[in-house]
Nanobody, 112 residues
Framework: QVQFVQSGGGLVQPGGSLSLTCVASGTSSFSRFEMHWYRQAVGKQREWVATTNQSGASYYANSVKGRFTASRDNAKNTAYLQMNSLKPDDTAVYYC?????WGQGTQVTVSS
């Protein structure tokens, strides 16, 4: 079964940037995956953030469109989420996902 290990995130001031990385292991079919990013803020439901399909095209929630960029490197079995112009409302634990497999989550905190 595929496993995902996330890295990146942290604390940043409003307007700053952070990047997240999600590395897949236990699979030789990463290029066939549609990769998703979700986030969950304290006291809120987990919400979809972005998807990168097998062809590399990405789609975004309205709340992050124009600020976040999802991408992938199939040769490295890795998905990325570049987050720019961060806002306090972006504070959450971020997860990468493929079907029923989830990364461990990465905290992103946007605060002055």
């Amino acid at each position: 079964q595929v496993q995902f290990v996330q890295s990146g995130g942290g604390l940043v001031q409003p307007g700053g940037s952070l990047s997240l990385t999600c590395v897949a292991s236990g699979t030789s079919s990463f290029s066939r995956f549609e990769m998703h990013w979700y986030r969950q803020a304290v006291g809120k439901q987990r919400e979809w953030v972005a998807t990168t399909n097998q062809s590399g095209a990405s789609y975004y929630a309205n709340s992050v469109k124009g600020r976040f960029t999802a991408s992938r490197d199939n040769a490295k079995n890795t998905a990325y989420l570049q987050m720019n112009s961060l806002k306090p409302d972006d504070t959450a634990v971020y997860y990468c996902n493929k079907e029923n497999s989830w990364g461990q989550g990465t905290q992103v905190t946007v605060s002055s």
